[in-house]
């Protein structure tokens, strides 16, 4: 696991996000730009403080670079898939503890929505079906993968589609409140089950909105970070693993193994578990994936995670409030990054509306073939 | 059918056997020397051992259903006339897993997990068979 010393020593002091939705004419650079601007703007920096810079869907670094004037010590460049922004920040914070830089930007820019991106079809090449080998049986997206695990975990443990509804009911009430969303229109469970199938089980509202938009995020020493305009936002522990061999097929344990794993590492390097946390940000690719989050990072019994969310958990006021922005089911697809924002933003407690009262803690969570979490601490 | 052919990859060393054997109404894969496992396509290094000798092995054709889902959205040209269609997944008795789909005629969501199903060889064009299953 991470060293337990590490804990605490890196904090994100500047966050910014463009708006989310159909932006023709603007590049991945451009929307990262929009977005890296903002989050300097937030912490009071210039352009010349950044020393450090990972971008992400953003294809080129040394682009970037021409295009903005950055002149970092420390560069690099990571997948543009949502199980990446989890690893990157960690990646980022550990260059920061190392030395190797002081304060490092993350750049995230996406114009899929306008440059027509699909998951499904002749261009899927994210996941277990990419390559074409299975086209020919229909087979193709990540969807319907986690159509058939969601379909597994309804005949391993009686989960049902009424329960499953609540989690994109619940963040579609949580976009209502966010002005950033794209889909703030509020949803029902009658509406959920009239929606069409995409890949039955799954409907139109389990899927994840693919949108054009950026995210940024700066993050620095403690020892820097008092300076600067905003309160910092320490992150207090932070782990990764993977279930990458097999990953051609979806996994019989849900990713439980891996979470399993990265939730004994988060909570030994943070001292912090479940109980101790104000709200969760769970990857939400598509509304199962939160089922088994839930259940690989011990919010609940394994089996028993549909039962959890149908009680409310998930809800502003409830046990566990979680992707309090609307998630990616509601707000945008960012990948992960927004939901990293998310935490941030309900940490300094800007969220008006949606906002967590007296949030403190607050875990980021991935499940995936790679696997990653964050704590974020005041 | 000629167009859901056409959707898959071209053949090449990797695969040519396999989809030979298809057409043969038979289920072959490369199957490692050193460890046994089989794999799904062939490589010069065995992903279960790291060994670099393997040969073409004939399957059982038997296996059980891992997963389901139906397709409602249409993601090919080649299947819109075909929505709502049912994929699996399929746990061949040798420990690979395939995609792939019932049957014609069968109503994939009524057919339950954990089934055992036996290979059917469906020829969807002159050159191509595929390898789809039926309850056993
Ligand atoms: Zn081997």
Redesign the interface.
Known sequence: MPHKELSGRVAVVGVGTTGFGKLPGWSAEDLGIWALDNALADCGLGRADIDGLIVNRIPDYQRFCQMTGLDPRFVNVTPGQGRMSGATIQIAALAVAAGMCETVALVYGNNGRTGGV?Y???S?RYGA?A???????????PG?VH???F??HR?EYGTTPEQLAHVAVTFREHAALNPDAVMRERISAEDYHAS???????HLFDYCLINDGGVAMILTTPERARDLARPPVHLCGFAQSSAL?TS???PDDFWRVPMGQVATEVREMSGIGPRDLSGAMIYDNFSPTVLFTLEGFGFCPVGESGAYVAEGALALGGAMPANTSGGHLSESYMQGWALNVEAVRQLRGDCGPRQIPDAEIIQYMCAAPVVSAIVYSR | MADIAALLPPADETNRPYREALKDGRLCLPRCDACGEFRLRASRYCPSCGGTSSRWEELSGSGRLWGRCVFHQVYFEAFRDRVPYGVVIVELEEGVRVFSNLADGIDTMQVPIGTALAAVYEPVSDEVTLLRFRPA
Do not use: N, Q
């Open positions: 699909k499904g079809g002749a899927d079906t390559g074409g080998e299975w086209f020919a049986y229909g087979m193709t997206s319907a159509a058939m695990m379909d597994r005949h069409r199938f995409i890949a039955e089980p799954l061999p051609g097929f979806p």
